[in-house]
């Protein structure tokens, strides 16, 4: 059983791979930023044990809460050996971007890139103790091709995607394996505002998370790099 962060637990892809982990019987420290989000839910820490299950604040543009996260779920698992960072935001911005949409972009720069990069930083001194710990990033399709007015949201996940590339080199010689996760739409909030697409055929967070299941049930020699979900066809790539 592994000793897991999962970030953005909190609602849509984190929450279901976290349920779906917890019935599994991992060791979980869940990142969230507003731990009563999670009251009177299945997640919620009063209802578990919590010497395998814990709840932390969590806020990806505040580097120290990400540090504290860590030392918290050191000193109650004893160990880290598995990320899986879920934490993410997603805002239109276009090429010609407006003064007032800057902010915008920096906040897509802070939480989609330097979330993931500054919690694998702190963490990594653990997971490199394991031999075969793994880092699971839910990047996207727009981590692949730059599609819609998506001008900065694809930039993050592009460069997101650096970032996966760089943890898997630099990791891959201490038994850390990295798969970055690229799906198209996936049914959750992030998604509600699109109105062309069923939501029955964009992909559901369920399939999301029996994948995360399947990965960590793998060895290091077997674990792929990236996985492209796809629920419409994609021409491009
Ligand atoms: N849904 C899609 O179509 C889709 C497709 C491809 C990739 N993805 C990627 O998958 C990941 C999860 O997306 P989702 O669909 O589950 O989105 P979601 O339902 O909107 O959930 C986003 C999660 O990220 C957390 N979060 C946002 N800002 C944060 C911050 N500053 N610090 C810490 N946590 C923060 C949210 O916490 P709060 O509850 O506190 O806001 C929430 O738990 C994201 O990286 C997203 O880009 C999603």
Redesign the pocket.
Known sequence: MRKILI??????????IALKLLKEGHSLSL????KE?LINTPLDPKSRNSDNFLVHT?????QK?SKKWVEKTVETFKNIDTII??????KRTSLLFNDDEMKDIE?LW???VM?PWVLTKHAWKYLSLSNSARIIV?????GKRSKGNLAS?SMS?FA?MSLCQTMRNEGWGKGIRVTA???????????KE?NHFPKKD??Q?NDIASICSNLLDLPNSSIPFEIALNCQLETTI
């Open positions: 970030s953005g637990a909190s609602r849509g892809i984190g929450k279901a990142g969230v930023r507003e989000d969590y806020d990806a543009t505040d809460s960072h879920c934490a993410g935001i997603f906040d802070k939480v989609n979330g839910l990047v996207s399709m727009s949201y996940k997101l996760i690229c799906p198209g739409w996936v049914n959750t909030d992030m998604a699109i964009m992909i967070t």
